[in-house]
């Protein structure tokens, strides 16, 4: 995330630059609808095992039900006591309020965030989501990508990482929108790329913020107008999963007033012609007439196969993670099993298997050799497509991706 100097903000000597708005519009044409999510129900929990969205990062909690933010925030679980989630009328509410109850940081604000990385990740796409901000001075609402696995390129600052940044909006600020990547790609093009796409009462009423992240460009959107294009850095090419969150920006902690976001839905498209495709859930228009797909085909029909499976693990130092791709597209987000030897794990998955050569990847993050005895190991114990076996046993001992070729006859 940017916490931008607001004082500053004005002062060409930041670097930031002025976006004028274009003529050009997204144009989804030839894109699938890959994710969507209208907020016609509630499907959050702390990890995102069972649910759509998680609402704690595991490498950042800070106790059993908080997640330490950023700014002067933590970023709370229900079973913390306070509850930032609400969902009315086909929209999901994240409200802020000062410290009140004995979890998060103390003296930081409660609030809220949730991310997909345990149901949703994909490489390159158009990432869109339709939001109210307000300007209560010291709101901070974004929308925003990680990489499922963060690069560490050799020879570059290792303190430095991949974050794709579609909306950061400050509400003492209501003359535009922020959008940033972040790159471990060095000078000229540097680490950080700021955009400020200048929109008159960003505050008032719903308003559509996406990014068009392809392999040679990335483009921002507001309302559907191109804002600005940048180079796709040269490390950004993995998986990513969406995150939003509403956080208190620290210059302004001492302000009482209560801070609200309020999201009508998140939807992402992909052209890769191997996706998998969603068939898009009942649209709600909270705020107003809803603002469309701008052309995308998105109700295509649900995947006709289902691709099971079969995994356990020697366990050490937690769990194995990985991801899921048949012919170069993921499935979901990253995943994780439990499963031993004696009882494998099965991991069932929708899938689109024409008849021919398929290849089916599996991705270990997580793997960890500390010698003898101190080894995270995965380990594949069968692959059916619709119930029939397609592969025996495989060892994946090693990290990194792993890929059994499967012929459907």
């Known amino acids: 995330m940017s916490n931008i100097n607001l004082l500053a903000l004005a002062v060409a000597a930041i670097g930031l630059t002025s976006i004028e708005a274009h003529a050009e519009k997204i144009d989804l044409t030839g894109f699938k609808l890959t994710f969507d999510e209208e907020f016609d129900g509630r499907s959050i929990s702390q990890t995102g095992a069972t649910t759509t969205w998680a609402d704690i990062r595991a490498a950042n909690r800070y106790d059993a039900n908080s997640d330490i933010g950023f700014g002067k925030s ?3 679980d229900s079973a913390s006591g306070y509850d930032p989630f609400a ?3 086909g929209a999901l509410t994240i409200t802020g ?7 998060g940081y103390p003296g930081s604000w409660q609030s809220g965030l949730i991310h997909s990385r345990q149901s949703f990740v994909q490489s390159y796409g158009y990432f869109e989501m339709r939001a109210k901000f307000n300007s209560v001075p010291g709101t901070w609402p974004a929308f925003w990508l990680l990489p499922a696995t963060t690069l560490h390129p050799a020879g570059r600052n290792g303190s430095l990482w991949q974050e794709l940044d579609v909306v950061e909006q400050y509400g003492a600020y209501t003359q535009g929108v922020y959008s940033t990547i972040h790159t471990t790609q060095a000078a000229p093009s540097g680490v950080s790329w700021n955009f400020f ?18 392999p040679a460009t990335i483009k921002y959107y507001v309302d559907g107008v191109l804002m600005g294009t940048k180079p796709t850095p040269d490390d950004m090419a993995g998986p990513m999963y969406v995150i939003f969150d509403l956080a208190r920006d620290t210059p302004y902690a001492a302000n009482a007033a209560a801070m609200t976001m309020d999201v009508d839905y998140v939807r992402a498209f992909s052209k890769d012609p191997n996706a998998v495709a969603v068939v898009q859930a009942a649209v709600s228009t909270p705020g107003g007439s809803d603002p469309g ?12 196969d289902v691709l099971t499976l079969s995994l356990y693990e020697d366990a050490y130092k937690g769990d194995c993670e990985f991801t899921v791709s048949v012919d170069g597209a993921v499935i979901g987000g990253v995943r994780t099993t439990t499963g031993t030897k004696a009882q494998p794990q099965s991991l069932s998955l929708p899938a689109n298997l024409a ?3 398929h290849k089916v990847t599996v991705n270990f993050l997580n793997d960890i050799y500390e010698g003898q005895g101190k080894d995270r190991n995965l380990f594949m114990a069968g692959l059916k497509v619709d119930g029939v076996a397609r592969y025996g046993f495989g060892d994946m001992g090693a990290g990194g991706p792993h890929t059994y070729a499967i012929q459907i006859p």
């Open 74 to 76: 933590s970023f709370l």
């Open 197 to 214: 796409s200048s929109h008159p009462e960003i505050s008032s009423g719903f308003h559509t913020y996406g990014m068009d992240w392809e």
């Open 87 to 89: 969902v009315r009328n």
């Open 293 to 304: 797909l701008y052309g995308a085909t998105s109700a295509k029909a649900p995947p006709a």
């Open 97 to 103: 309020i000062p410290y009140t109850v004995r979890s």
């Open 355 to 357: 008849r021919g050569a």
